[in-house]
C-alpha cells in the first residue's frame, strides 16, 4: 500500500456495452497488478475557517467531471439544467486546469490536490505496471476517516488515480453518460460520503469531430440530461440537502485535441452547489486542485500539507485566504 495515513488520523476520524465492474474493495481483483510504492506519510495544516467562522460542513460530497467540457459548450449545447443549477450555485467558467491538460495527468490532480510533479501521473494510458497517483488523495482522507466513498468512471484509466483500497464501490462503464447514470442509479451507493462521477463521452467526440461541433454539442446536451437523473435521485432520497455538488472538468479541447496549452484546451468550469454554499459568481483564482481540498473542507477532513490546493472559500461567503498556485 503505497499510501498509509498515520494511526494517530485513524482513530481521531473513527465501476460506454456496460462493461462494469462492481466490487467492495477486499474483493477487488481486476487491478491487482497495479504496482504500489510506499510514500512518505503525510503530515496536515489545520483547515479551520478564517475569522474563526466555522467549519461548513456537508454530509457528502459528489463531484462530476465531464470529461473534455469547454465552459462555452454550456449555453451552446444547450445544458440547460446545469445553468439552472448556476443560478443557485458558486461558480466560475474562468478555473484552470494542469498544462499537462489530459484526461488521467488532469483527474490525479484534481483528486489529489497536487499538480503533477507530486502526484507523478505523467501517463494518458490504462498501464497497470505505472502503478497509482503518489501522495495522499481525497479518497484516501474520507476512506481513512470511515467514510464510503465510490467511483463511477467512463474510462478504465481512472483506476489509477487511487487505490481499490480507498474505494468501497468502483465501477467503469464503458458507455454514454446517460449509461453511467442509468448505473450509479441501480447501483446507488446509499451510505456514500465521497462520491466521483467521471462522464467520458464529451471528451471522445471532440476527438472524433472537434471541440463545438455539432456532434459535441449533442452529446454535451446528453450530459445534461443525465445531470437531471442525478439531481433527481438525490432529490428522492432526500440527501440533496446535505450534499455538496461540485461539477467541472478536467480540461478543454480546440480542434481535435486538448494538449496544445491554450487557453481553450486549460480553461475549465467550476461550479459548486448544495450544502454551505453561497450563490454567485466567483473571482476567486480557481484552480482544478483546489477540487480536492475544498471537498476535504467540506467534510471536515484534514488537509495534507503537500497539496498545493486549496478550498475555494469564496464559495461558502468566506474572505478569500490564499489562492493555489498554478500547476505548469
Not at 467540457?69 to 484552470?96: C, F, G
Not at 471541440?211 to 442525478?230: M, N, P
Request: aromatic share 8%.
Amino acid at each position: 500500500m503505497k499510501k498509509i495515513l498515520p494511526l494517530l488520523f485513524l482513530f481521531l476520524f473513527a465501476c460506454q456495452s456496460t462493461n462494469v465492474i462492481l466490487t467492495p474493495t477486499p474483493a477487488f481483483t481486476t487491478t491487482s497488478t497495479l504496482t504500489q510504492t510506499p510514500s512518505p506519510q503525510p503530515t496536515f495544516t489545520n483547515i479551520a475557517s478564517p475569522l474563526g467562522t466555522p467549519t461548513p460542513l456537508a454530509r457528502r460530497v459528489l463531484i462530476l467531471s465531464i470529461d473534455g467540457l469547454r465552459p462555452d459548450a454550456i449555453s451552446l449545447a444547450p445544458m440547460p439544467t446545469l445553468m439552472k443549477l448556476m443560478e443557485s450555485s458558486a461558480y466560475s467558467l474562468n478555473a484552470k486546469t494542469i498544462r499537462l491538460s489530459a484526461t488521467l495527468p488532469a483527474h490525479a490532480s484534481m483528486l489529489t490536490g497536487m499538480c503533477l510533479d507530486k502526484h507523478g501521473v505523467d501517463w494518458n494510458d490504462y498501464i497497470p505496471e505505472n502503478g497509482f497517483a503518489l501522495g495522499t488523495d481525497i479518497f484516501d482522507l474520507a476512506h481513512a476517516a470511515g467514510m464510503q466513498t465510490a467511483m463511477f468512471v467512463g474510462k478504465e484509466k481512472l483506476r489509477q488515480v487511487t487505490e481499490p483500497a480507498s474505494t468501497d464501490v468502483y465501477q467503469f462503464i464503458n458507455d454514454r453518460d446517460l449509461i453511467v447514470t442509468e448505473n450509479l442509479i441501480q447501483n446507488f451507493p446509499t451510505d456514500f460520503r465521497l462520491l466521483f462521477i467521471h462522464f467520458a463521452t464529451t471528451d471522445d467526440m471532440g476527438h472524433v469531430y472537434g471541440w463545438l461541433s455539432g456532434e459535441q454539442l449533442s452529446v454535451i446536451y446528453r450530459a445534461d440530461q443525465a445531470i437531471e437523473k442525478i439531481l433527481a435521485e438525490l432529490d428522492a432520497r432526500g440527501i440533496r440537502n446535505e450534499t455538496l455538488i461540485i461539477i467541472t472538468a478536467d480540461h478543454g479541447g480546440l480542434g481535435n485535441s486538448h494538449t496544445s496549452g491554450y487557453p481553450e484546451d486549460m480553461t475549465i468550469p467550476w461550479i459548486a452547489s448544495g450544502a454551505g454554499i453561497q450563490p454567485k459568481q466567483l473571482i476567486s483564482k480557481i484552480n482544478t486542485v483546489d477540487t480536492a481540498a475544498t471537498a476535504a473542507y467540506a467534510l471536515n477532513l484534514p488537509i495534507p500539507s503537500e497539496w498545493d490546493g486549496v478550498p475555494v472559500y469564496e464559495a461558502f461567503g468566506l474572505p478569500i485566504q490564499q489562492e493555489s498556485k498554478a500547476c505548469e
